[in-house]
């Protein structure tokens, strides 16, 4: 696929942006080296090679889980404002 003057034109109505002149240019260059480099890419002979997720191996950075007894509700409602029971008791936000 050639990048022409035209291109980039299209593809800045289609990203309803402006780009100048010299922009124009930058960008028309950039995208012809991105697409020269995935052409490059996509001649490279792949057979045998395992499709990857990520380029390093990821481990489950996560903690196990374990279940450890809850506080008392007293010991959490000790600092509460207003509570009426068990609860936290909080002013009304919808009518």
């Not at 020269?36 to 380029?55: F, I, K, Q, W």
């Not at 509460?80 to 909080?90: D, L």
Request: charged share 30%; glycine share 6%; hydrophobic share 35%.
């Amino acid at each position: 696929m050639e990048v022409t003057r035209d291109l980039v034109l299209y593809l800045e109505r289609l990203a309803r942006i402006e780009l100048g002149e010299g922009e124009r240019e930058t960008t028309q260059r950039d995208l012809r080296d991105i697409l020269t480099y995935m052409n490059t890419l996509g001649e490279l002979d792949t057979n045998g090679v395992e499709p990857l997720s990520h380029a390093f191996p990821v481990v489950n950075v996560m903690r196990a889980d374990e279940v450890i007894p809850s506080r008392e509700p007293a010991e959490i409602l000790a600092n509460a404002p207003n509570r009426k029971g068990n609860c936290f008791r909080v002013p009304k936000t919808v009518e």
